[in-house]
């Protein structure tokens, strides 16, 4: 069974960082995906960032690129998502996810973790 844990998330000032982590447990996580997506109030969940179990190639929502970094840890079965420059619109539930591969849709998950909440505000 596919489990998997955030940490990490809660308010940070406008330009700060925030670094969230994925624990997962249940699977081999080097033959999986990971992504981590988000949902704002009133807003579809949307692909923030993948890694791929391939060849660690990484991809990222135009709306994140040169702010966001996804690694992943396979032997303490950990991803983490590094959050610089961050901004108001940045704020929303964030969850990781597993895929067979970085399509980064989120009827194609094969597993959510339970979401945490980040909140950009002054």
């Known amino acids: 069974q596919l489990q998997l844990v955030e940490s990490g998330g809660g308010l940070v000032q406008p330009g700060g960082s925030l670094r969230l982590s994925c624990a997962t447990s249940?699977?081999?996580?080097?033959?999986?995906?990971i992504g981590w997506f988000r949902q704002a109030p009133g807003k579809e969940r949307e692909g923030v960032s993948c890694?791929?179990?391939?060849?660690?190639?990484?991809v990222h929502a135009d709306s994140v690129k040169g702010r966001f970094t996804i690694s992943r840890d396979n032997y303490e079965n950990k991803v983490y998502l590094q959050m610089n420059s961050l901004k108001p619109a940045d704020s929303a539930v964030y969850y990781c996810?597993?895929?067979?591969?970085?399509?980064?849709?989120?009827?194609?998950?094969?597993?959510w973790g339970q979401g945490i909440q980040v909140t950009v505000s002054s």
């Open positions: 249940g699977f081999t996580l080097n033959y999986y995906a």
């Open positions: 890694i791929s179990h391939r060849d660690d190639s990484t």
């Open positions: 996810a597993a895929d067979s591969s970085c399509l980064l849709a989120a009827e194609h998950v094969l597993g």
